[in-house]
Antibody, heavy 125, light 108 residues
């Protein structure tokens, strides 16, 4: 079925690295821009990064720019997030999400229509 | 970066009541790129509204979205027990996506 499944979370010390993966199935992965969104414990949603459908362009939130790298392998239907120089403030559930384009009644819209179950990253010494 | 502010922080209502949630942007937001999500404890967010006013597939018609410019509303006409959750607005502009801080709808 149509789904996203994240993996790779865990407990890591400050300053260390971690790589998250998101396996997609049930849809044409290579047709969609893919995103990472995180949620610190008890807090709201924070957009982290996007990689365009062909992997040729990425954009990041200021809070992770220069430390995190988003990438994708369309041959494996998999999205990645390489997280370096991790900080306590990076502790969160990390979700991958699909950005869908909607066309209805001559109107165009974009929104996150498919989310994974999330993977927890804890940065602690 | 466009900042989204949601009000109130918490809305305490009874089943059957009408809920009106506000999302205000620091700059004009294109309606095309304004969405609303519902999140229940321990669950991933669920898309409710895209394009400011179009319900996503499978979303009951008691949910409606409206607004333009910098002011947007999510209205739940008659709260059902399963509607008690946190609601987030989200916008896209200049290659950056932002979420509002959320409004929690809980039982009065």
């Amino acid at each position: 079925q149509v789904q996203l499944v994240e993996s790779g979370g865990g407990v890591v010390q400050p300053g260390r690295s971690l790589r998250l993966s998101c396996a997609a199935s049930g849809f044409t992965f290579s047709s969609y821009g893919m995103h990472w969104v995180r949620q610190a414990p008890g807090k709201g949603l924070e957009w982290v990064a996007v990689v365009l459908y062909d992997g040729k362009k990425e954009y990041y939130a200021d809070s992770v720019k220069g430390r995190f790298t988003i990438s994708r392998d369309n041959s494996k239907d998999t999205l990645y997030l390489q997280m370096n120089s991790l900080r306590a403030a990076d502790t969160a559930v990390y979700y991958c999400a699909r950005l869908q384009n909607f066309y209805a009644s001559g109107n165009y819209a974009e929104a996150f229509d498919l989310w994974g179950q999330g993977t927890m990253v804890t940065v602690s010494s | 970066e466009i900042v989204l502010t949601q009000s109130p922080d918490t809305l305490s209502l009874s089943p059957g009541a009408r809920a009106t949630l506000s999302c205000r942007a620091s700059e004009i937001v294109s309606r095309n790129y304004l969405a609303w999500y519902q999140q229940k404890p321990g669950q991933s967010p669920r898309l409710l509204i895209h394009g400011a006013s179009t319900r996503a597939t499978g979303v009951p018609d008691r949910f409606s979205g409206s607004g333009s410019g910098t002011d947007f509303l999510l209205t739940i006409s008659r709260l059902e027990p399963e509607d008690f959750a946190v609601y987030y607005c989200q916008q896209y502009g200049n290659s950056v996506f932002t979420f509002g801080p959320g409004t929690k709808v809980d039982f009065k």
